[in-house]
């Protein structure tokens, strides 16, 4: 697998075309390393063309709650990386083929004792508050300095730990916001004021559209917002928010779409929503260049709670929901006919958002 990243690396810094971003899977599920290309003067001034961002970290062991007897969940793979160095070690990867091809000459040039994981890695990403998407092993792992991004019920969970000395907020959208752009919304320094995380909240906790909002100037000089949308257990689309977020100014271009493609049930309740979903909410979008799996994982579950509410995935596919789209006619439900760009990324494996 770091051979065939490494080769998707190459391809991409070798053409003429801008950096673009590159996302990484840590473990095969939700946990991925997502680098945003940096402004042309901060890349100067920083030596690091790169944004790096690990989001949602679950790679080492399962995990439980009140005791692996009651609640307890596990990948069905070992994740591709297990702790923060190794994902560090990706970073200066990136890091590395952005320079080879760079024609921008850095103030610093970061090497030797300062590629730390510390100092590799910029940010932590919480988006969600149970415990696979905030798995406490794992996050303990992280050098204490990084900064984490995270939803106030997130906060709730690793706060009481005094593990993290900063510790920034993802705020929600109102259903009725006009704009996404304003100073409240932002997570504040040092979180750059060019990445924007929103949350778009939906009828249930679980059923949420995570915004990442990448502003960035184009080589004409204009001023471009794409956004990736991330939702792992799928949402409703007659959420407020989702509707404030899709009318709301400035206009965002949608970039991707991260989305599961299972089905999850508890007590016979659907609370994943699935390919059916992440289809339904593609084209009420309009589109995105790429759809990218994720949270589909087959896990593990175990304990008497997971048993008494039998809690299982059912495995959907694109093609599946493409064929109940069209048994149920509801193609014209959204403004995108178009079949989706679904991308699978491997345990390991990279995409450059292009």
């Not at 439980?64 to 969940?73: D, E, G």
């Not at 794992?138 to 995270?150: E, H, W």
């Not at 909002?213 to 949402?235: F, V, Y």
Request: charge should be negative; include cysteine; glycine fraction near 8%.
């Amino acid at each position: 697998m770091e051979a065939a990243r490494e080769k998707t690396l190459q391809a991409h810094f070798a053409s003429s075309a801008p950096d673009r971003p590159i996302i990484t899977s840590l473990n095969g599920d939700n946990s991925w390393l997502l680098s945003f290309p940096r402004p042309s003067a901060e890349h100067v001034t920083t030596g690091r063309a790169y944004y790096h961002i690990v989001f949602e970290p679950w790679l080492n062991g399962p995990t439980s709650q009140f005791s692996s007897w009651i609640i307890h969940l596990g990948l069905p793979n070992t994740p591709a990386f297990t702790t923060p160095e190794a994902i560090a070690a990706v970073a200066r990867e990136i890091e590395a083929a952005a320079a080879e091809a760079s024609t921008i000459t850095a103030d610093k040039v970061p090497k030797g004792d300062d590629l730390r994981h510390g100092q590799d890695i910029d940010a932590i990403f919480l988006g969600f508050h149970y415990l696979d998407h905030v798995h406490e092993p794992t996050l303990r792992l992280f050098d204490p300095s990084i900064p984490v991004i995270a939803t106030p019920e997130a906060q709730g969970v690793i706060r009481p730990w005094n593990h993290f000395t900063t510790i920034l907020t993802i705020s929600s959208l109102d259903a009725k916001a006009k704009s996404w752009h304003g100073h409240e919304l932002h997570p504040g320094e040092p979180f750059p004021s060019w990445l924007t995380p929103i949350r778009l909240l939906g009828h249930h906790e679980l059923n949420y559209v995570m915004a990442i909002i990448w502003t960035h100037s184009t080589g004409n000089g204009n001023e471009i917002h794409e956004a990736i949308l991330q939702s792992p257990h799928g949402t409703k689309l007659d959420s407020g928010p989702l509707e404030a977020f899709l009318d709301s100014e400035p206009e965002t271009e949608k970039l991707a779409l991260l989305h599961g493609l299972k089905e999850s049930r508890a007590a016979g309740w659907l609370n994943t929503y699935g390919a059916a979903s992440g289809l339904a909410l593609y084209r009420r979008v309009g589109g995105t260049k790429y759809w990218v799996a994720t949270h589909s994982a087959p896990l593990h579950y175990s304990g008497i709670f997971m048993r008494l509410l039998r809690v299982n995935d059912t495995p959907r596919t694109l093609q599946w929901a493409l064929d109940k789209e069209k048994q149920n006619g509801s193609e014209a439900l959204g403004p995108s006919p178009s079949t989706p760009n679904l991308i699978e990324v491997e345990n390991g494996g990279c995409l450059v958002l292009s």
